[in-house]
């Protein structure tokens, strides 16, 4: 059996999207025009990744498919920068540990031989782990932020009784590594079970046997915990100190 997508399932499809805006209205959410304007955004520029994806895998160059994965990289870093605004270095700082967590893992992934470096692969994986990776480091600043302001005493206090900087805020930063890692592990420990993701599903509506997805899967479970671990631990640790100045005091 062919899965196969038309232009009328999609526009029937599109009625899902109207549940989610009705739903916002009923409920004056005040998100319908977001949700309208995202899916505007979310077809364009599928429409423009597909034609370049395809130009990219076509023409098979290893230049061409390590810029678009930086590309990648790039927009994860700004984005997840985003939840840091206010406070220097969060680009730089978000982009070393977008930058290492896929690099590390890819390299493990192709030097054990499990995926090989071809765009076709190396540009999907390359997303997928930038995007975990992106997340988990906005939930970290986002932790980081809320954690700074709460426990702003607490540290204050250790500074004030001889700590380092790294010592006052050391419990700050091993709970935003938590919170970072939370929803990967979480996937980790229902997968298979609650839900079945969408590259195992995709490979399965492909036509491949469900004992090789599986397989891949699993792959993608490790390489997305490895990610996910690098970039909160690395986003954390090099992030914490732009809440001090060059005097070691709280801003």
Request: one cysteine or more; hydrophobic letters at 50%.
């Given at each position: 059996m062919n899965l196969a997508v038309n232009d009328l399932s999609l526009t029937l499809a599109l009625m899902l999207v109207f549940i989610s805006m009705a739903i916002s209205y009923k409920e004056k959410l005040g998100l319908s025009k977001d949700i309208f304007f995202g899916v505007i955004r979310a077809i364009i520029q599928l429409v423009l990744v597909g034609y370049l994806l395809k130009?990219?895998?076509?023409?098979?160059?290893?230049?061409l498919t390590i810029v678009m994965m930086l590309i990648i990289i790039f927009n994860a870093s700004y984005n997840a920068s985003k939840r840091n605004k206010g406070l220097r270095h969060s680009f730089q700082v978000s982009f070393i540990a977008i930058f290492l967590s896929t690099a590390i893992t890819i390299s493990i992934l192709v030097l054990s031989g499990a995926i090989q470096f071809i765009p076709s692969?190396?540009?999907?994986?390359?997303?997928?782990?930038?995007?975990?990776?992106?997340?988990?480091?906005g939930l970290c600043y986002r932790s980081m932020n809320t954690m700074f302001q709460d426990q702003?005493?607490?540290?204050?206090?250790?500074?004030?009784?001889?700590?380092?900087?790294k010592q006052a805020s050391l419990s700050i930063l091993q709970a935003c590594v938590k919170t970072g890692m939370a929803p990967t592990i979480d996937s980790a420990k229902t997968v298979g079970i609650v839900s079945l993701p969408g590259m195992m599903s995709g490979l399965i509506f492909a036509g491949v046997d469900p004992v090789h997805a599986i397989k891949y899967?699993?792959?993608v479970t490790f390489m997305l915990l490895s990610a996910t671990s690098i970039g909160s631990v690395l986003a954390s640790y090099l992030f914490y100190r732009s809440y001090f100045n060059e005097h070691k005091q709280l801003l």
């Amino acid at each position: 059996m062919n899965l196969a997508v038309n232009d009328l399932s999609l526009t029937l499809a599109l009625m899902l999207v109207f549940i989610s805006m009705a739903i916002s209205y009923k409920e004056k959410l005040g998100l319908s025009k977001d949700i309208f304007f995202g899916v505007i955004r979310a077809i364009i520029q599928l429409v423009l990744v597909g034609y370049l994806l395809k130009y990219i895998f076509q023409v098979n160059n290893t230049f061409l498919t390590i810029v678009m994965m930086l590309i990648i990289i790039f927009n994860a870093s700004y984005n997840a920068s985003k939840r840091n605004k206010g406070l220097r270095h969060s680009f730089q700082v978000s982009f070393i540990a977008i930058f290492l967590s896929t690099a590390i893992t890819i390299s493990i992934l192709v030097l054990s031989g499990a995926i090989q470096f071809i765009p076709s692969q190396m540009i999907p994986i390359s997303g997928m782990i930038a995007s975990n990776s992106m997340i988990a480091i906005g939930l970290c600043y986002r932790s980081m932020n809320t954690m700074f302001q709460d426990q702003r005493q607490q540290v204050l206090e250790k500074l004030a009784l001889g700590a380092t900087v790294k010592q006052a805020s050391l419990s700050i930063l091993q709970a935003c590594v938590k919170t970072g890692m939370a929803p990967t592990i979480d996937s980790a420990k229902t997968v298979g079970i609650v839900s079945l993701p969408g590259m195992m599903s995709g490979l399965i509506f492909a036509g491949v046997d469900p004992v090789h997805a599986i397989k891949y899967q699993i792959m993608v479970t490790f390489m997305l915990l490895s990610a996910t671990s690098i970039g909160s631990v690395l986003a954390s640790y090099l992030f914490y100190r732009s809440y001090f100045n060059e005097h070691k005091q709280l801003l």
